[in-house]
């Protein structure tokens, strides 16, 4: 199984400022993901990040506001950009691989972000 | 447009006693199904898969999951719960294809009483 870790595991953050998640993977996968799970709530998918290009956002969710970055196949950045309140989440990196492995998607710890 | 539904918010057992977690799904392909469980304050981890072949699947800590296509159900099982079970189980498909994109379902919270 691929091993994930999330910095910072945790945040709390002013109204107006932006956060950067990182994501960081043991081995090489195929895709990486980004998912958002408010309090209470389920996991939905902001974006799939693809390396070496543009990320592609589902809807609801823009580039402007959820910057994504993704520069090999072990490493992603989220950003939460012009936070407010209802932004505080728990967002989770998500792996599908490694490649040539059977297809399983991991998830790694989460950060939990508190916006005031 | 794939689904998924966990009917139940809350499933409460003794321990000891067999447990059900219910899903059903809708996908217009061939479904790849998962179940995650959540404990408090911690990530995702993965209990199962069902890609294809044997529509009972073992998995994790004692569970399993039955897919059954003519119902499109895939209910979580375990035949003697544990306090220790008790956490946030959440139902997952994607679709056939290789997108990667997981659709999850509400969630279900177990609880395990002594």
């Known amino acids: 199984s691929a091993v994930i870790s999330q910095k910072p595991s945790r945040d709390i953050c002013q109204r107006g400022t932006s956060l950067t998640i990182q994501c960081q993977v043991d081995?090489?996968?195929?895709?990486m993901f980004w998912y958002r799970q408010q309090p209470g709530q389920s996991l939905t998918l902001i974006a799939t990040?693809?390396?070496?290009?543009?990320?592609?956002?589902e809807s609801g969710f823009v580039i402007d506001k959820f910057p994504i970055s993704r520069p090999n196949l072990t490493f992603s950045t989220l950003t939460v950009s012009n936070m407010s309140p209802e932004d505080s989440s728990i967002y989770l990196c998500?792996?599908?691989?490694?490649?040539?492995?059977?297809?399983?998607?991991?998830f790694g710890p989460g950060t939990r972000l508190t916006v005031l | 447009a794939q689904s998924v539904a966990q009917p139940e918010d809350q499933v409460n057992v003794a321990e000891g006693n067999p447990l059900t977690v219910k899903c059903t799904y809708s996908?217009?392909?061939?479904?790849?199904l998962f179940w995650y469980v959540q404990y408090p304050n911690r990530g995702l981890q993965f209990l199962l898969k069902y890609i294809t072949g044997d529509n009972l699947v073992k998995g994790s800590y004692g569970f399993e999951a039955e897919f059954n296509k003519s119902q499109t159900s895939f209910h979580l099982k375990k035949p003697s719960a544990l306090v220790s079970d008790s956490a946030l189980y959440f139902c997952a498909v994607r679709d056939g294809g290789d997108t990667g994109k997981l659709i999850f379902g509400q969630g279900t919270t177990l609880q395990v009483k002594p």
């Open positions: 996908v217009s392909g061939n479904p790849y």
């Open positions: 081995s090489q996968v195929t895709m």
């Open positions: 990040a693809n390396q070496g290009s543009e990320a592609t956002y």
């Open positions: 998500s792996v599908l691989g490694p490649v040539g492995g059977s297809g399983e998607q991991f």
